[in-house]
């Protein structure tokens, strides 16, 4: 999986959700639920990044609710300073729109705290990033900067 660049000087704005749809940061006392969602959908590691991203105030984590139920989330800014993710939406949520305005939400905070490129750390599903942002694969990133990492 390689790291992907991101011109943020270009990007689209954030699209318009369905009604009943929010994506904000995500709040310090509502740590247990994103803590807990990360680790039923995904992966340790993504819940030690959640867990870091959310000492930040505002949280370096935002969130994708519907009333008060979470579906998503997208860190940045977390794991290296201007990277992207983790991010991930509840299966039964995709299709919604909710990743790509996770997505795009985030890299516009990367763009308004002074970053001219971001980087999807590790980026799974590359064509997703190449068609919402304009991302292009960095060559020989993988594995980049996780090389050596404690399993
Ligand atoms: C990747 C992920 C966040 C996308 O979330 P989502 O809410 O389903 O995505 P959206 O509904 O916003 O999709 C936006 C667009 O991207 C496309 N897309 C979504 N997932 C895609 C994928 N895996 N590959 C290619 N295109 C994809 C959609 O078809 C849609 O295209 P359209 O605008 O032309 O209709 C979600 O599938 C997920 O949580 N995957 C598992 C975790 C993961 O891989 N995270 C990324 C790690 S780097």
């Given at each position: 999986m390689p790291d992907m660049l991101v011109p943020?000087?270009?990007?689209?704005?954030?699209?318009?959700?369905?009604?009943?749809?929010?994506?904000?940061?995500?709040?310090?006392?509502?740590?247990?639920?994103l803590l807990d969602f990360t680790a039923r959908h995904f992966s340790p590691k993504w819940v030690d990044e959640c867990t870091v991203a959310l000492a930040a105030r505002p949280a370096k984590v935002l969130i994708a609710?519907?009333?008060t139920t979470l579906l998503g989330f997208a860190c940045y800014d977390v794991t290296f300073r201007g990277f992207f993710?983790?991010?991930?939406?509840?299966?039964?949520a995709r299709g919604k729109g909710?990743?790509?305005?996770?997505?795009l939400a985030a890299l516009h905070r990367l763009r308004d705290e002074g970053f001219a490129y971001g980087v999807i750390g590790g980026a799974g599903p590359v064509e997703f990033y190449r068609q919402t942002c304009g991302a292009i694969a960095i060559p020989d990133s993988d594995p980049g900067a996780y090389a050596g990492a404690l399993v």
């Open positions: 943020l000087y270009t990007l689209p704005p954030v699209p318009a959700l369905a009604e009943g749809l929010v994506i904000r940061p995500a709040l310090p006392f509502e740590a247990h639920v609710t519907q009333g993710g983790p991010t991930g939406v509840a299966p039964e909710l990743g790509k305005a996770l997505l």
